[in-house]
DNA sequence: GCTTGACCCTCCCGTCGCGTGAGGCTGGAG
DNA sequence: CTCCAGCCTCACGCGACGGGAGGGTCAAGC
């Protein structure tokens, strides 16, 4: 006794267009029709429409269900593994949101009116920054210079210097992660523009100065910790970019 | 100094295609244009945007975040207190999607060939129904037919039931939710599906038996809990629409 | 003065998983 | 024969852009 879309969404719980989607995409498809044109669901279409839900729960997206689904070689396990590490990265993203909201939260009780301060640098203290050309570079005039103008910088300055940071350093990982070597233009086009934004924001960034600077990112662990959230290996990659150009 | 979209992209890190985007809503819209229709991006511009990607990094939509900064009054504590408790029930759902992949994965390796096993009820056994209703029901007739049918159930069939059950849930507290009352027609319509429901997997169900499945829902801490998790009262609800219908 | 290449513009379709109609047949009950 | 519930096929909409087509603009080098 075959099902109309009515009642085998009834049964499962699901609207009677998701049924007409799924018969669109040839996921779920009826195994009859009617004279006039009715959807008849038998039993094997009810089990094939469980085994997609059951995926669908599971936060699979509709093509891979199918693909799995459809080729009974398929490493099962194996899907359902990505499928877990895809959840968990999806879980960090949303926990990283939620410890960014209770930080401007908490700013805010203390006082802050405005609440775009940015939570900055999450967890490394600019100070550190300052620390770092102290021990490294002690009297030199560039750190005169940048000690002088950031003094200067607000909390809308170190935002904004932030985010080009970080802009940067995403544009390497990507290409770090594509392959590119070291001295690839594309590669050399960013770390130019990551000596040209040191330049702007803090001293006068010679290519010398420049590699020294990769060196310290790989030499020192805080450093590299930091930039390694980005993306793993990324310190060392920088290293050899900034060496490179 | 006015700056361009690929400027103001390099600077921020977002698209240029974001930064047309985001104009064309009037989230950000650049102050001046060239001559030549060159979209031009001041200081207050800049500021701008960047308060449109904090309120982004935090996961709010770009209505919410368009309306927090129009208005001067939003309170944007609340907001973001709002916005944690989104993203909270986010990470529930993506955490039961975790569970229930490791559940499976589990049942996997236990050499279960099909992996479409529902990872049943999830926490609340089947078993624990048949517990309540001997002890509630005891050697009535209805009790004995629905032991002798549940008997022959497999996966497939408790997966059904279980689908089947958590609609019609769904349907009364979506009801229950908009206010309706216990006798509203439509909320009549869902309790017979249910009680057509026991009729067909359990055994027949008058509507006097069916107030009395009411009333353990009440009255039974397990039921209570296991129906509230769909939605908080429900259980009562349903006791009273039983009784209603 | 002209070409080149990098930049910019405005449409406009595609993504993903359906929701939500519009406009029109069909099937069983009264 | 008439109802009304139920079915059908389009087809647009959402959210936040990605990406490409087709075409103007700007600074630099020849």
């Not at 420049?210 to 805080?222: E, I, K, T």
């Amino acid at each position: 006794m075959p099902y109309t879309v009515g009642e085998l969404a009834k049964q499962t719980g699901v609207t009677i267009r998701t049924l007409h989607h799924y018969d669109e995409l040839g996921l779920v498809s009826p195994t009859g029709r009617s004279a006039a044109g009715y959807r008849l669901y038998d039993d094997g279409d009810v089990l094939r429409l469980q085994q997609v839900l059951f995926y669908r729960d599971l936060g699979f997206p509709l093509d891979e269900i199918a693909a799995v689904l459809d080729d009974p070689s398929f490493d099962r396990a194996a899907a359902l593994r990505d499928q877990r590490a895809e959840l968990a990265s999806r879980r960090a993203r949303v926990d990283g949101m939620i410890a960014a909201i209770d930080r401007a939260l908490v700013s805010l009780e203390r006082g802050a009116p405005l609440d775009d301060l940015p939570s900055l640098f999450d967890g490394f203290d600019p100070a550190v920054y300052a620390d770092e050309a102290l021990a490294r570079w002690g009297q030199t005039p560039e750190f005169a210079e940048s000690a002088r103008r950031t003094k200067t910088y607000g909390k809308a300055e170190w935002e904004a210097i932030k985010r080009e940071s970080d802009a940067i350093y995403r544009a390497l990982a990507a290409l770090m992660q594509a392959g590119a070597a070291p001295d690839d233009p594309r590669v050399r086009a960013a770390v130019e523009d990551h000596r040209d934004h040191i330049t702007r924001w803090f001293y006068p960034c010679s290519r010398e100065l420049h590699r020294g600077l990769g060196a310290l990112y790989v030499n020192d662990p805080r450093f590299t910790a930091n930039i390694d959230r980005i993306a793993p290996g990324l310190a060392r990659y920088l290293c050899e970019a900034f060496a490179a150009a």
